[in-house]
């Protein structure tokens, strides 16, 4: 079974590693929250994805800063600073035994209410804050094989109907997307935005290279990724041509190449668009050289 770019290598070691649930480390089948919590309940909450790399998380800073700017529009305090919070991810991945191939759900929600009810001042509590590691390799044919994609018909919003640079526990919009895709055949689903322009993946964000170009949506209507934004960083510093640009979909059809980002996968390849055949179907030389670039990258933070 393929999930994407987040197709993994399963780990047995995971059914009994430790889960930290507001500073409590928990096995993972006891890692479980009151069924009032707001992330339950309403969704209401963010989240962050990590990945652990020379026993450091890669680009750290990056990923608290886009919480606390999500905490601070969600008006959630998480009771804690930014140094003790990472303090407390690597205390758990010291208490796990884990340095390499490491992925993290860090996710943060409003608390407990008193009542099933929207209204925050219902919260009767502190913020929940579970940090969730997992030995999570990717699946290494997912740097090679590349992806299908599917256009779906869901759309990106507007940020006056739901912020979509919003990291938040309210992902039905990109679900149902999944599964427009997955029942297409698919492995992700291509989103577009309001005005018809491509957007992003559901899970991830999207690139296609012509003529020697590398082109990513203007970044309206997608998340502020970690990832993205290194790859164009990373573009701009090897000379290569990068536009944050609005584009339509017939131009992705006819693209040299395509990729996708994210924190998991890094760039995953795509071989396929609504059944088009980008370039030959493989992955393309400027798709592995950035891959290269990016990896460097990563060890150069973890190392430092």
Same mark, same amino acid.
């Given at each position: 079974?393929?999930?994407?770019?987040?197709?993994?290598?399963?780990?047995?070691?995971?059914?009994?590693?430790?889960?930290?649930?507001?500073? *409590?480390?928990?096995?993972?089948?006891?890692?479980?929250?009151?069924?009032? %919590?707001?992330?339950?309940?309403?969704? +209401?909450?963010?989240?962050?994805?990590?990945?652990?790399? @020379?026993?450091?998380?890669?680009?750290?800073? %990056?990923?608290?800063?886009?919480?606390?700017?999500?905490?601070? &529009?969600?008006?959630?305090?998480?009771?804690?600073?930014? %140094?003790?919070?990472?303090?407390?991810?690597?205390?758990?991945?010291? &208490?796990?035994?884990?340095?390499?191939?490491?992925?993290?759900?860090?996710?943060?929600? $409003?608390?407990?209410?008193?009542?099933?009810?929207?209204?925050?001042?219902?919260?009767?509590? *502190?913020?929940?804050?579970?940090?969730?590691?997992?030995?999570?390799?990717? +699946?290494?044919?997912?740097?090679?094989?590349?992806?299908?994609?599917?256009?779906?018909?869901?759309? $990106?919003?507007?940020? +006056?109907?739901?912020?979509?640079?919003? @990291?938040?526990?309210?992902? /039905? @919009? =990109?679900?149902?997307? =999944? /599964?427009?895709? /997955?029942?297409?055949?698919?492995?992700?689903?291509?989103?577009?935005?309001?005005?018809?322009?491509?957007?992003? #993946?559901?899970?991830?964000?999207?690139?296609?290279?012509?003529?020697?170009?590398?082109?990513?949506?203007?970044?309206?209507? =997608?998340? +502020?990724?970690?990832?993205?934004?290194?790859?164009? %960083?990373? #573009?701009?510093?090897?000379?290569?041509?990068?536009?944050?640009?609005?584009?339509?979909?017939?131009?992705?059809?006819?693209?040299? *190449?395509?990729?996708?980002?994210?924190?998991? &996968?890094?760039?995953?390849?795509?071989?396929?668009?609504?059944?088009?055949?980008?370039?030959?179907?493989?992955?393309?030389?400027?798709?592995?050289?950035?891959?290269?670039?990016?990896?460097?990258?990563?060890?150069?933070?973890?190392?430092?």
């Amino acid at each position: 079974m393929s999930f994407g770019s987040h197709a993994y290598v399963a780990d047995a070691r995971n059914d009994t590693v430790l889960f930290n649930v507001n500073g *409590e480390l928990k096995i993972r089948a006891d890692a479980v929250v009151n069924v009032f %919590d707001s992330g339950f309940m309403l969704g +209401d909450g963010i989240w962050e994805g990590l990945r652990v790399h @020379n026993g450091r998380v890669a680009f750290m800073q %990056d990923h608290l800063d886009r919480l606390w700017e999500g905490a601070k &529009a969600l008006d959630i305090d998480l009771g804690l600073s930014q %140094d003790d919070l990472r303090q407390r991810i690597y205390d758990t991945l010291t &208490a796990n035994k884990m340095t390499e191939d490491v992925h993290i759900r860090l996710m943060v929600t $409003r608390g407990l209410r008193s009542t099933p009810y929207q209204d925050p001042r219902v919260v009767v509590s *502190e913020p929940t804050i579970v940090i969730a590691p997992e030995f999570k390799k990717p +699946d290494p044919k997912t740097a090679e094989r590349g992806l299908a994609l599917y256009t779906v018909a869901v759309r $990106r919003g507007r940020a +006056d109907v739901q912020d979509p640079g919003l @990291n938040s526990h309210s992902k /039905i @919009n =990109c679900i149902t997307a =999944c /599964i427009q895709a /997955i029942k297409a055949g698919a492995d992700e689903g291509l989103m577009l935005d309001p005005q018809g322009f491509v957007a992003t #993946c559901n899970s991830t964000h999207f690139f296609i290279v012509r003529k020697g170009e590398v082109w990513t949506s203007s970044g309206d209507y =997608c998340l +502020d990724g970690i990832t993205r934004g290194k790859i164009v %960083d990373l #573009c701009k510093a090897n000379d290569i041509p990068v536009f944050e640009k609005n584009f339509r979909l017939m131009q992705c059809y006819s693209a040299d *190449e395509s990729f996708t980002t994210g924190t998991f &996968a890094g760039l995953a390849p795509v071989k396929s668009i609504d059944g088009r055949t980008i370039g030959d179907g493989k992955r393309g030389p400027l798709t592995k050289r950035l891959q290269a670039l990016y990896l460097a990258h990563i060890h150069a933070d973890t190392a430092a």
